[in-house]
């Protein structure tokens, strides 16, 4: 199960493994050397990956990830108990040909059957309602019908009230104290183990991923039931807590050893995409945005981020140690030419910004930890001299770009500070806060004061109006134990890491994976190993999008919930955690083949399946890349810049951790995207990278300016920004996070320990007016109180009044 850490070479820019080539057939594998050739001989180039980014995968492939290959034989198992009741209660029909009535009647009498006290015949009916779920397949000749089927089936299932008593279920199983305890006494944990649970979570993902999925056809009263479900998904309806929080419990339970059976891919991906249904991906954010700014009377965004991004494209990556190898033996072998050295400016190209004609350039771009994941081509083409690549026309050679991509921004704070460092300068004097005076300063500094402010990023703050919204039910409901969430995801997430190497404290995430019984021959064990390998995949996948979800809803929802979750983050060690995941081979965990399309669900229901063989295995699917690894990157690029921006001490864990090599190896994968984060990752850090490494990447710096938005006044490629130099870095983050605890606490603190920030009464009608209960020796000596305390003692009424 090491396909994805195999050594490999790097040729012509694609980073291919031995393994990977040998599983290629014999055409494709010829193709495959003389595509390889010509990308060496600098003909073609490898193309762009065409992948578009979005808030999941398509229907079919999320439904697939769902099962491991392992559960296979389960799909029959489930088909036999739902017909064995059906055959009981309603007759040798087939359930496509029953009215709706007779539906809706079956549907609630395998509902009542959950109620059932023996366990065994309780798992019968779920496996029963798993199969109404699944599409009742057997009757289905396409994939297309079945998914039409899936739909219907859940629709009903959902009307009866299936979900509430599913939930239910699921609680009495998490705190099933008998099966947690022979759970962990148990050495080896494998599928049998976690079957009661793994029956009802299927159940519940398959409902929530399947009505969260809008159709232009569904009728007026499934659109109001999917409203109506996504509210109760997002409210405390069930057990008091939104289903997510109850998620949440399982995983942390699962991670502190006590419940090891746990099927935690099932449980996370029902966590991804309860939070995703409820919450809402990426389209529904930028809308929430547009929104709040419009309410609160802000100018409106000066682009839609996603449109953006969706339009730009890759470009080439950087030379490689081999490729400069490669180059200097050409250099050998070939006279000399004097060629002169360009300008900076002249050497910009747009199509290709890494790229240069002159091949001595590509040496810049060797730092010196930059080949620590490289190594040596292919056996048949290491000795073998390229030809010099065909030169381009002079007037191809050139560019420039028709205007960036994102419009320049600046912050209340960059203002301040270029107006503090004016004033110092000219006129000995500093106004603080102010941003409006400008006497005394020279006409050419008004001028830039006026362009800053016409780029100003605005913001409001003012009173806090709390929305109870889906995303604020939620904060509530995670608050008390977010940091044994973060730490408990960022556990798994390392686990699942293909970097990550089996120790023994680590935990077991294979417990829904692997069968009873291992393997005994090779086609099995070969089978296991993809699977495994996938499991791991899709645990990855979504982790890396609930973390990314849940930052971007609480950033927008209340900055101090992001900067809470984020800084957990950061002490759970996520920053050096996801530089880990990225030190790897990426371009072979991007086109890992880590799947057998013919055993992926509906298809291998509706389909005879062909005899596997380990040839078949070996040469896995035709895609370009696998879409969920790609997508976890890009997410994982997302999380590690929401929690660097803005923050210098954790800009400067990237710098200790070494992050640049590892980010500039990412850039070798040809999508525009996670080109961009990589990017970005590396424009905060440049100015502490020193001089002499900006100098040997001129080519990525070129992108950086290329693709990246500008943030006027932001010395990024000069290092003359004053918050080089050295600063205390806990002193940061202990100013924020006492600034987050006292949010925390006058927002959520029900028992109100602090006395100051209970409400204080400045009403003197309200103040006198209160009842106030006096103690009986009082009330008896009132008369005597008085006279002391009143009568005997002069009074200066007119000081009084004043």
Excluded at 284 to 311: C, G, T
Excluded at 597 to 617: G, I, K, R
Excluded at 660 to 670: F, H
Aim: contains cysteine; glycine residues 4%.
């Amino acid at each position: 199960g090491q396909s994805n850490m195999d050594v490999g070479g790097n040729v012509g820019g694609l980073i291919v493994n031995n393994k990977q080539r040998a599983m290629l057939p014999n055409k494709s594998r010829g193709e495959f050397v003389r595509n390889q050739r010509k990308d060496s001989e600098g003909f073609s180039e490898s193309p762009d990956l065409e992948f578009e980014y979005a808030d999941t995968d398509k229907w079919s492939a999320e439904l697939s990830e769902l099962y491991s290959y392992t559960e296979g034989p389960e799909f029959l198992l489930n088909r036999k108990c739902f017909e064995e009741e059906f055959r009981i209660h309603v007759s040798d029909d087939k359930w496509t040909e029953l009215d709706v009535s007779q539906h809706r009647a079956h549907a609630m009498r395998l509902l009542d059957g959950l109620e059932v006290i023996t366990r065994e015949k309780r798992l019968k009916v779920a496996r029963a309602i798993l199969y109404m779920a699944q599409g009742t397949f057997a009757e289905c000749s396409s994939e297309a019908e079945v998914q039409q089927w899936m739909r219907y089936n859940i629709f009903l299932l959902l009307d009866v009230g299936t979900f509430t008593a599913l939930v239910e279920l699921l609680n009495m199983e998490v705190d099933n104290s008998a099966a947690c305890s022979s759970a962990v006494r148990k050495p080896a944990i494998s599928l049998a183990d976690s079957t009661d649970l793994r029956v009802l979570l299927n159940i519940m993902y398959l409902m929530v991923e399947t009505i969260q999925q809008e159709d232009p056809a569904d009728s007026p009263e499934w659109r109001a039931t999917r409203e109506t479900f996504k509210t109760e998904l997002g409210s405390p309806l069930y057990n008091n807590e939104p289903i997510s929080v109850m998620l949440f419990g399982m995983v942390t339970k699962f991670c502190s050893g006590h419940a090891p059976h746990f099927p935690m891919k099932k449980v996370l991906l029902l966590l991804w995409k309860s939070i995703l249904f409820t919450l809402g991906g990426f389209e529904q954010l930028q809308n929430i945005k547009v929104r709040k700014r419009e309410h609160l009377r802000l100018p409106p965004l000066p682009e839609d981020s996603i449109r953006v991004i969706r339009s730009m494209r890759a470009a080439s990556p950087p030379a490689s140690a081999s490729d400069l190898i490669e180059q200097q033996q050409k250099r050998a072998r070939r006279e000399h030419k004097s060629l002169t050295k360009q300008d900076n400016l002249d050497a910009f190209n747009e199509k290709d910004p890494y790229k240069s004609d002159d091949p001595r350039e590509d040496e810049d771009d060797n730092d010196d930890n930059d080949n620590s994941m490289e190594v040596e081509p292919f056996p048949m083409e290491r000795d073998e001299v390229m030809p010099p690549p065909i030169p381009h026309p002079p007037s191809e050679r050139v560019n420039f770009p028709k205007g960036l991509p994102w419009a320049p921004k600046v912050r209340e704070k960059d203002i301040e500070h270029f107006l503090e460092s004016s004033r110092s300068k000219f006129i000995g004097y500093t106004l603080g806060n102010d941003t409006d005076t400008v006497v005394g300063l020279p006409r050419p500094i008004h001028e830039s004061i006026r362009t800053l402010k016409q780029v100003l990023c605005s913001s409001q703050h003012g009173e806090e109006d709390v929305e109870m919204c889906s995303t604020e039910l939620l904060y509530q409901g995670i608050l008390p134990s977010l940091p044994q969430y973060m730490i408990a995801l960022l556990k798994i997430l390392l686990a699942a890491a293909p970097t990550s190497k089996a120790k023994t404290d680590s935990i077991n995430i294979l417990a829904d994976v692997l069968p009873e019984e291992m393997p005994t021959t090779v086609l099995q064990s070969m089978k296991l190993g993809v699977d495994v390998n996938r499991h791991k995949e899709i645990i990855v996948k979504a982790i890396s999008a609930i973390l990314l979800l849940l930052l971007k809803h609480f950033k927008l929802n209340h900055i101090y919930q992001f900067e809470y979750m984020a800084q957990h983050l950061v002490f759970a060690n996520c920053i050096p955690l996801i530089l880990k995941f990225f030190n790897q081979n990426i371009m072979s965990y991007i086109t890992a083949k880590n799947s057998i399309s013919v055993l992926d669900f509906p298809y291998c229901v509706v389909h005879d399946l062909p005899e596997l063989t380990a040839e078949s295995l070996e040469a896995g699917d035709i895609n370009q890349f696998c879409w969920r690894n790609l997508f976890s990157c890009i997410n994982l690029l997302r999380i590690l810049n929401k929690l660097t921006k803005w923050k210098h001490s954790r800009t400067m864990m990237l710098v200790v951790f070494k992050s640049a090599p590892i980010l500039k190896r990412a850039l070798k994968v040809k999508q525009a995207m996670m080109q961009l984060y990589v990017l970005k990752l590396l424009k905060v850090q440049t100015k502490y990278l020193g001089r002499q490494w900006r100098k040997s990447n001129m080519k990525t710096m070129s992108a950086i300016y290329q693709k990246v938005r500008h943030r006027l006044n932001d010395d990024w490629a000069y290092g003359n920004d004053l918050d080089a130099r050295p600063w205390d870095f806990q002193a940061e983050e202990c100013a924020l996070r006492a600034n987050i605890e006292r949010f925390n606490s006058r927002r959520y603190d029900n028992n109100q320990s602090n006395p100051d920030f209970l409400p204080v009464d400045n009403c003197l009608q309200s103040v006198l007016g209160q009842r106030v209960d006096l103690p009986e020796d009082f009330q008896m000596n009132y008369d005597l109180w008085l006279e002391r305390e009143v009568f005997s003692k002069p009074i200066s009424w007119e000081e009084l009044l004043q």
